[in-house]
């Protein structure tokens, strides 16, 4: 029996050893953490002291509540650094400014990225009734309510504990209800009547999304049916004009230095601008264009030092175009085919946002061991390696914006949804660095993303797969003859705009049934769509 005594003796002591263990780690964690948030605490209150040319002091808060104007203009500085700092000590103070001030700053105020305009509207919606007003104030100007905002407004709004919820919810009424203001605005301004009036308990509900678009169905109809219908129909194009107004400004300013001349002088003193990474890489593509020779040390700066990697790409370029070393158009053999790649700044900037996509996705789900082990890992590396500190944070569409670690969320990310699909797997992803997104992974190749849509399910038919989206609508994942998958979108498959109302369902004779607002939706084993009016008791349900 001495076996089953030391058998005994030895699990005892495993168990224990166990214990001490997690007892070390914890200890060791929570010092790792205490030390990280002390550190970043005086990190970023040294940031605000240097920017306001004061010495950093234990009585740095007391002074700044003293002189909250001089906090908030902090939100405009030049130092990306300085502009994150002065938030978050907003953030975590919570401090109350009057109303005046907030409008004098928010319209003296520099913001060449709309991060500021953006937190002061959270910063304001929190005011109750004065808050109330000025978010108005923004949703009937004449300029549209980017998503960015308006995803600070419905972040500020959510919380029924921070504003006058009988107050906002009028205020948005009346926007909505007025023609005056734009069509893109009164989307948004429905948008966040629906976070509104969403139920309270609606953590509990199975998608929070559909939660969202039931609510908005009810908004729309407590407003009047012209409007209703205007507005609902506008929604699912406002973020597609917002991008093709931003591509429009893009190609004007990449074609402001096409017919420069020989001469070249201002697209040469527009290199020296690194701030406006676009006029810089249009003003080195039209030197190589019209072939100023003199321009070449300025490129070769350029090529050398700028900040962004497509526009030093660009610059190369059009360095080796002026030695002769590369034709500006490329060469074509008798078969029609370019002998070498035409590439301008559009093309860069699109094989950047590939190479940034392929870079972040090779991993997406992760057991729950392997992730608090990289969390340890990180919290470690942090603790012993202070220096990385920060990391550079590509999406696309959208400048490369540098934030600290703690800031920037970088995590491997879970899908929504996934499916197995033509010898791989289709991932869907409704939130993270890319906000959302359809993925095909294929063992031993590079993800391919293939839609931004914020997928919420997949139902396989005879013809593909479904793929269900939100304000997208149905799109379908077809494998194509070589192997490679496309995604088309149903025509009209979602006529009025915000998704599925509720869940689709299979009918007896194979056809998928989905619906929006008054109309129900059916989808053939072919492909094909139909569409069937809902009575108006269907409607109002």
């Not at 989307?187 to 678009?213: N, Q, S, W």
């Not at 990474?277 to 321009?295: E, M, P, Q, T």
């Amino acid at each position: 029996m001495t076996w089953k005594r030391f058998f005994r003796w030895f699990l005892r002591a495993a168990f224990a050893c166990l214990g001490l263990f997690i007892i070390i780690a914890g200890i060791v964690w929570y010092m790792i953490h205490a030390a990280r948030a002390e550190r970043w605490r005086r990190s970023y209150e040294g940031h605000i002291a240097t920017a306001l040319g004061w010495e950093q002091r234990d009585d740095l808060e007391k002074r700044l509540k003293a002189q909250p104007t001089l906090l908030l203009s902090l939100l405009g500085h030049d130092s990306q650094r300085v502009r994150q700092a002065a938030q978050l000590f907003l953030e975590s103070r919570r401090y109350q400014i009057d109303e005046a001030t907030l409008d004098s700053i928010a319209a003296e105020i520099r913001d060449p990225d709309g991060v500021a305009r953006g937190f002061l509207v959270k910063l304001l919606a929190s005011y109750r009734r004065d808050g109330v007003r000025r978010v108005a104030d923004f949703y009937r100007s004449t300029e549209v309510v980017k998503p960015e905002l308006q995803a600070a407004i419905e972040g500020a709004v959510e919380n029924p504990l921070s504003y006058s919820n009988d107050d906002l919810i009028q205020g948005l009424i009346g926007i909505v209800r007025d023609d005056a203001v734009m069509v893109g605005n009164r989307c948004r301004a429905i948008a966040a009547l629906g976070y509104l009036r969403m139920p309270d308990k609606r953590h509990e509900a199975t998608d929070g999304r559909f939660a969202v678009i039931a609510s908005l169905r009810d908004c729309l109809t407590g407003v009047s049916e012209p409007v209703a219908t205007a507005v609902a129909s506008a929604l699912l194009h406002i973020d597609e004009e917002a991008a093709r107004a931003k591509e429009m400004v893009q190609s004007e300013k990449a074609g402001e230095f096409r017919n420069l001349g020989e001469d070249g002088g201002e697209a040469i003193a527009a290199l020296a601008d690194q701030s406006d990474w676009h006029r810089v890489g249009a003003a080195a593509d039209a030197l190589a264009l019209n072939g100023v020779i003199r321009a070449i040390p300025e490129l070769q700066k350029v090529a050398e030092s700028h900040w962004y990697r497509p526009v030093r790409r660009t610059a190369q370029r059009a360095v080796r175009v002026l030695h002769g070393k590369e034709p500006y158009l490329p060469e074509v053999d008798e078969k029609g085919r370019f002998k070498t790649p035409l590439q301008d700044l559009g093309w860069y900037i699109e094989d950047e946002i590939k190479e940034w996509g392929n870079r972040s996705n090779r991993e997406r789900s992760t057991s729950s061991f392997r992730r608090i082990g990289g969390e340890l890992l990180r919290e470690c590396r942090g603790y012993f390696f202070p220096l990385i500190h920060e990391v550079e944070f590509r999406r696309p569409g959208r400048l490369p914006k540098r934030m600290a670690l703690e800031d920037a969320g970088i995590q491997f990310l879970r899908p929504q949804c996934a499916v197995s699909f033509a010898g791989g797997k289709l991932l869907g992803f409704n939130q993270g660095e890319w906000g959302c997104g359809l993925v095909f992974y294929r063992k031993g190749e590079i993800p391919q993303y293939l839609a931004p849509a914020g997928v919420t399910d997949f139902i396989p038919m005879p013809f593909g797969m479904l793929v269900l989206a939100f304000h997208e609508g149905v799109l379908v994942a077809k494998q194509s003859t070589d192997g490679s998958l496309n995604v088309v979108s149903l025509p009209k498959a979602l006529p009025i705009g915000f998704g599925m109302m509720g869940p689709p369902r299979m009918m007896p004779n194979g056809e998928l049934k989905t619906g929006c607002i008054g109309v129900d939706v059916y989808i053939t084993p072919t492909g094909d769509v139909r569409f069937v009016e809902q009575s108006p008791a269907e409607s109002s349900r």
